[in-house]
């Protein structure tokens, strides 16, 4: 037996063959070498996009639009997911699970087997926005080429009567009117991705790291309070109806802090639809300028009384309800010889106003409008508000002068003077209407003294609580109701025409206002056109409902009130 | 020296197959929290969903369909209220 000196003797081979094997594995490696160079080199991009097109995916990563609420955290607005149902046609289609499909969506199972046979090839929509629900008992039919296509759909729930403040989207989910379009920006947010590894499978495996998380959009949370919206939208709706009116619009407002509780407008629209009508789709209250007539005499008077014009106690001559004014004439349409100031009120009368108002200087009169707000943005923060218009007093003439103080000559909107009507429920301070909930304090500048604002309070009070006041349709039983009643004439073609603007504004109680309530109806063309007949039984029924949701305590006896709802039939129209 | 290599050899066997497992049991945990995610997605979802059917189900247009047509309520006449005062 051979002896080995030393371990490594075992493998000792000859020189031939040491040599041969060298070569051999130098070629291999070389090979291989070479093979790895192609691939990792020259091979590279082709390859690594081959691979990750069978292991990584790049998902979307959803961001969440914002919903937006009212003041009690009801939705007024929520995206929802819904599945677009489609189905790529390849191959004869399984006839009876297509015939399960409609079954399951509704649709006519003829018809849709007629549509896929019809086209040969491609991909067609068999029904949008289906519910999660039968989207999944969709799926579980297993059928080969059933597509689902998930969408974020916006849903209303308060439909029509929040249709003007809360918007709408489009198809696309971008916002295009109301809040929606205001704030597009905050409610989207921004969608983020990421890469991941898949397997066999498709499940995911792995993350890749390269990956921007999704932004969710931001809730927006309004001072509406969706019940009085409808209650609002409802009553407006009913007697724009009933008197045949072109429109109108309608806000209450909380007193004390200017939030808005309703804001609604007639006609209106849909958002759940894709149906639109640009006439409706205008937020009137805002965007809608009109000369107020009547309801403004309560500011013209009450300044007037502020700055010392007149006493409380004067008799006002009203020249048997007609006064020329250059070579025009200011009539009444109840005339009387001599008025209290709050007879000129209560009576609405033009006269008596113009009287007043005339003894403030044009530059007075104008800075008592300014500093309410005519002629310049609430900036409520609502698309489409208007500046209204209110000229400067130096471009007054001795017309204009006059007739201001009643209401003429100058144009608002609905919150424009909603907001002017805040001076006479908080002493003489304005507040500013407010639409987004905040903790921010409320501030108000003084425009008249408490004194003065609580006297015209009185005689506004009159105007509907008294016989012989316009506005006794407003009355609410157990709440006195101070309120002044508008019918102004439109200007048609640059000329005051027979067509009228009636309207409405009070407060509720009285004795300590917690709302204010503005009802504007455009061209009410049947059996009257009056702010008091028209206008009036909306601000009482809105009124009565907000005032009993939000249990405001009576400030006086039930029952008084039903003498006067059985007056009602002896009452002629309530005039001005 | 042939021992401590083989011993070597042995641990590196056991360490792959403990990296190839740890890799495995990650992918399934990994798997596992991106469908739990999905889950969660969905949830908050179906949450919306309800929130958006219970705003429906109690708006005041479906409680007035509600009065109106199933209940046949109607509003009384202004004649026939009697406003009565607390105790």
Redesign the interface.
């Known amino acids: 037996m051979k002896q080995f000196s030393h371990q490594s003797d075992i493998f000792e081979l000859s020189k031939i063959r040491r040599r041969t094997v060298l070569a051999v594995v130098l070629i291999l490696f070389s090979m291989l070498f070479s093979r790895a160079l192609y691939l990792q080199q020259i091979q590279k991009e082709f390859l690594q996009s081959k691979g990750d097109g069978f292991s990584v995916r790049k998902e979307v990563l959803h961001s969440y639009r914002g919903k937006i609420y009212d003041r009690n955290n009801k939705l007024l607005a929520v995206s929802s997911p819904t599945y677009d149902v489609g189905i790529s046609i390849k191959d004869n289609p399984d006839l009876p699970k297509i015939k399960e499909i409609a079954k399951l969506l509704d649709i006519n199972e003829q018809e849709l087997i007629n549509k896929i046979k019809k086209k040969d090839k491609g991909f067609i929509y068999i029904k949008r926005s289906i519910s999660p629900e039968k989207a999944k008992k969709l799926t579980d039919l297993k059928l080969t080429g059933l597509n689902l296509e998930k969408k974020y759909r916006r849903f209303y729930p308060n439909r029509e009567s929040a249709a003007h403040i809360v918007g709408k989207t489009n198809i696309d989910g971008v916002g295009n009117e109301g809040l929606e379009k205001l704030w597009d920006k905050t409610l989207t947010g921004e969608i983020g991705h990421k890469k991941v590894l898949v397997d066999g499978g498709k499940r995911i495996i792995d993350d890749l790291q390269d990956f921007k998380l999704p932004i969710n959009g931001s809730d927006i949370h309004t001072t509406i309070d969706s019940r009085l919206q409808h209650t609002a939208f409802e009553a407006l709706k009913k007697y724009i109806e009933r008197y045949e009116a072109l429109a109108g619009s309608a806000i209450l407002m909380d007193a004390k802090t200017g939030e808005i509780i309703a804001m609604t407008n007639y006609p209106s629209y849909n958002p759940n639809s894709s149906i639109t009508n640009l006439d409706a789709m205008r937020n009137r209250a805002v965007t809608d300028t009109f000369e107020p007539g009547s309801t403004l005499k309560p500011i013209s008077v009450a300044y007037a009384m502020e700055r010392k014009k007149v006493k409380t106690n004067e008799i006002i001559h009203t020249n048997n309800g007609l006064l020329k004014v250059g070579r025009t004439f200011i009539r009444d349409d109840h005339p009387e010889d001599e008025l209290t100031i709050k007879d000129v009120i209560k009576t609405s009368s033009n006269v008596g106003a113009s009287i007043i108002g005339t003894r403030l200087e044009p530059k007075e009169l104008w800075g008592v409008y300014d500093k309410l707000g005519f002629g310049k943005k609430v900036n409520i923060g609502l698309p489409g508000e208007t500046n209204g218009r209110l000229s400067n007093f130096s471009l007054w003439r001795e017309t204009d002068h006059s007739r201001m103080p009643y209401g003429y000559g100058v144009s608002v909107n609905l919150l424009q003077l909603t907001q002017a009507y805040s001076i006479f429920a908080n002493e003489g301070l304005i507040v500013h209407p407010r639409i987004y909930m905040t903790q921010d304090s409320v501030f108000g500048e003084k425009v008249l003294s408490p004194n003065v604002s609580n006297e015209m309070k009185t005689y506004m009070r009159a105007v509907v609580e008294e016989d012989g006041g316009t506005g006794f349709r407003a009355r609410i039983p157990g709440y006195s109701v101070a309120g002044k009643t508008g019918t102004a004439r439109k200007v048609v073609n640059g000329e005051y025409s027979r067509e009228y603007v009636a309207s409405f504004i009070g407060m509720a109680p009285s004795t300590n206002p917690k709302f204010i309530m503005a009802v504007m109806i455009d061209n009410p063309k049947k059996d009257s056109y009056y702010g008091g007949t028209v206008a009036g039984p909306v601000f009482k029924e809105v009124m009565k409902e907000a005032l009993k949701l939000y249990d405001v305590p009576y400030d006086k006896q039930l029952n008084e009130n039903l003498l006067d709802i059985k007056m009602d039939a002896a009452y002629e129209d309530s005039r001005l | 020296m042939m021992k401590l290599n083989i011993l070597l050899f042995i641990v590196l066997i056991v360490f792959c197959l403990l990296k190839v497992n740890t890799e495995h049991l ?3 945990n ?2 596992i929290l ?2 739990e995610q999905k889950r969660e997605i969905e949830l908050k ?2 949450k ?2 309800l ?2 059917e219970n ?2 189900q109690s ?3 479906r409680i ?1 369909e509600f009065a109106k047509k199933k209940l046949e309520m109607v509003e009384p006449n ?2 026939n ?5 607390g105790q």
């Open positions: 990650y992918r399934k990994f798997s991106d469908s979802e179906e919306t969903k929130e958006l705003t429906d708006g005041n247009n007035e202004q004649n209220i009697i406003q009565l005062e």
